[in-house]
């Protein structure tokens, strides 16, 4: 099964920039497609983003599209989401996943049945 490990959250002024880390580890990882969601309170989960890994054909929200950018890097089983001008709709808690039957296009938490444990990102106005 595979396991996915989030960091790189923290708290940033609005305009800045923050870089989020998913480190995957198990079978078959360079097959999957992993997915960016995030989850502000009292909200429900939103997709912000999804990467083939091994085509690297990448998918985004209309919230996220032009500000973030979705990669990975092979050598070190590692999928990034680099967030650029910042606002402060923008706080949540940041998650990546993973799941048997998903594509980068799939924007339904539903689909996605492996979770990391979620990173804190707060924008500050």
């Known amino acids: 099964q595979v396991h996915l490990v989030e960091s790189g959250g923290g708290l940033v002024q609005a305009g800045g920039s923050l870089r989020l880390s998913c480190a995957a580890s198990?079978?078959?990882?360079?097959?999957?497609?992993m997915g960016w969601f995030r989850q502000a309170p009292g909200k429900e989960r939103e997709f912000v983003g999804a990467?083939?890994?091994?085509?690297?054909?990448?998918y985004y929200s209309d919230s996220a599209n032009y500000r973030f950018t979705i990669s990975r890097d092979n050598a070190k089983n590692t999928v990034y989401l680099q967030m650029d001008s910042l606002k402060p709709e923008d706080t949540a808690v940041y998650y990546c996943?993973?799941?048997?039957?998903?594509?980068?296009?799939?924007?339904?938490?539903?689909?996605?049945?492996?979770w990391g444990q979620g990173t804190q990102v707060t924008v500050s106005s």
């Open positions: 198990g079978p078959s990882i360079r097959t999957i497609v």
């Open positions: 990467i083939g890994w091994s085509t690297g054909s990448t």
């Open positions: 996943a993973t799941g048997p039957t998903v594509w980068w296009t799939t924007t339904n938490s539903r689909e996605y049945t492996t």
